[in-house]
């Protein structure tokens, strides 16, 4: 579980977050979703590390990650997986090798044992035959997925994904939302996505945080974004009329 | 940001890259991955440019002189010194600066844009120390030998020239040669070489690590690491000869 208290972060004088207070749990998908600028990056490169905050805590399973020593530090480091929103996958490196590489990084296995590991994970993306390939030789879905592979390679605990859909086409930004979401279930991983696909939020949207000037301005699950009468919700998610539609007829059915 | 605080920058980068690598198989990997992109597959235009500017050397100091108390064997003298001491150093360092320099920069840059670098710090990987550490000891191990090679190919360009074109004699080249060799300038050569490995290495690195933006500024970027690594190579030549032959 995290547990994200009063995060504040700037950069320059300006603030980006201003004491954002909430919670991700494991075996949910969690997303966080807001306009351009909103601090959604700033927020997610904080539950990650990359950005320290300024004042508030972040705790990982009760620890609070500014306070970890080295080792502890360390070991956290391995329980995450970060799944990038250009996927991030190493140009020179094969896509085996992509996906092996934290393993050789983090654990003594034998090079066999490590190969079966990554053979059984990229079987759970379905991307069978193409360890030998490299990224640039892969469509953006593909690439997407051994990014999810090389993110799962270590049986993390909480998964992290920056618009896992962006540059997608929508059958195969649905592909990946379900993996993500069978995923989490199938290793009660606590991910947290960030998104601004309005099908994400409507599918796999088990928990939205929803961040409008740094500031959380909602919270609830997909099934409660429907009933909503926060303006800058409805603002945000129904700005489209096929969605304004879906919602009429959701409310109209219940 | 001014140059002290890019030279203060530099040096922390350093204090980061010089740590224990975290995976010994992991940096074997990497370190020979790095000798063939920085070392083996720069022979080719060292062992090209060394053999005709040690012929052009050759033959313009045949050219100049012309007066005949002036021993001929003095061409291969002067063949041979201006190889070891300056071109095999320092311009082939030049040359090395330009063409290993843009690809350390752009291939880091890159990795920075596309958050390659990211993903390295997420996995809690010390991604100074896993991309620059295997380049350092790449170049620093391999260039003295593509300096020793292109001293050798220098003078052999050079004698060649003479033998092809006729203005000096076999004989009076390589008495030139063999004239008052000290040891000494050759580890001159080593030493500075050394230090512009180092320099080859570390800057185009730092230039690539801390680019910001997008693929239009890795390539900037690229070009002023070249700038830069050229400019540092020429200044350090001149303290190191002042330190070293004066």
Redesign the interface.
């Known amino acids: 579980m995290i547990e994200v208290k009063n995060l504040h972060k700037g950069f320059n004088g300006v603030e980006i977050l201003k004491g954002i207070n909430t919670s991700f749990h494991p075996g949910k998908t969690s997303l966080i979703i807001g306009q351009s600028g909103s601090g959604k990056t700033v927020f997610l490169k904080s539950l990650?590390?990359?950005h320290t905050p300024e004042k508030g805590t972040i705790a990982f399973d009760g620890k609070i990650n500014t306070e970890f020593t080295t080792e502890e530090?360390?070991q956290?480091?391995?329980e995450?997986g970060?799944v990038?929103?250009?996927s991030?996958?190493?140009?020179?490196q094969t896509v085996e090798e992509n996906v092996m590489?934290?393993l050789?990084?983090?654990t003594k296995q034998p090079e066999d044992e490590m190969l079966d590991r990554v053979n059984f994970v990229l079987q759970r993306v379905n991307l069978e035959n193409s360890n030998s390939k490299f990224p640039a030789e892969l469509s953006g879905g593909m690439q997407k997925r051994v990014a999810i592979a090389r993110a799962i390679v270590m049986n993390p605990k909480y998964l992290f994904c920056d618009e896992p859909n962006s540059g997608l086409d929508p059958q195969t930004a649905i592909v990946i939302d379900n993996l993500i979401q069978e995923i989490t279930d199938e290793y009660q991983i606590t991910t947290v996505i960030n998104t601004h696909d309005m099908n994400s939020v409507m599918e796999i949207g088990e928990k939205i945080v929803f961040l409008k000037n740094g500031k959380k301005a909602w919270e609830g699950s997909n099934k409660e974004i429907f009933k909503t009468d926060n303006e800058a919700v409805v603002n945000f998610v129904y700005s489209s009329n096929l969605f304004k539609k879906v919602r009429e007829a959701y409310l109209q059915e219940k | 940001m001014n140059y002290l605080e890019h030279v203060g920058k530099y040096f922390l980068m350093l204090k980061q890259v010089f740590k224990k690598p975290q995976r010994a198989r992991v940096f074997r990997e990497a370190l020979f991955k790095e000798i063939e992109e920085l070392g083996h597959k720069s022979l080719g235009i060292i062992v090209f440019i060394s053999f005709f500017i040690g012929g052009v050397i050759a033959l313009q100091t045949a050219l100049n002189i012309t007066s005949p108390f002036i021993p001929k064997y003095l061409i291969g003298f002067a063949t041979k010194r201006s190889v070891i001491l300056e071109f095999a150093p320092t311009f082939c360092s030049i040359i090395l600066a330009g063409k290993v320099g843009s690809y350390i920069t752009s291939s880091i840059g890159t990795m920075r844009v596309t958050e390659q670098i990211d993903a390295l710090e997420v996995m809690g990987i010390n991604s100074l120390n896993y991309l620059v550490l295997p380049k350092i000891i790449a170049t620093v191990f391999f260039y003295p030998f593509l300096i020793v090679l292109s001293m050798f190919l220098g003078i052999f360009g050079g004698w060649v020239a003479g033998i092809t074109s006729g203005m000096f004699s076999h004989l009076d080249f390589i008495e030139g040669v063999q004239l008052d060799f000290n040891p000494f300038l050759v580890e001159y050569a080593i030493i500075k070489t050394l230090v512009f490995a180092f320099l080859i290495a570390t800057v185009p690195s730092y230039h690539g690590y801390y680019v910001k933006g997008g693929s239009l500024e890795v390539g900037k970027a690229s070009t002023q690491s070249v700038v830069w690594t050229i400019v540092i190579i020429v200044i350090a030549n001149y303290l190191l000869t002042q330190m070293l032959l004066t």
């Open positions: 990650i590390g990359l530090k360390r956290w480091r391995q995450i970060m990038f929103q250009g991030a996958l190493f140009d020179s590489f934290p050789k990084m983090f």
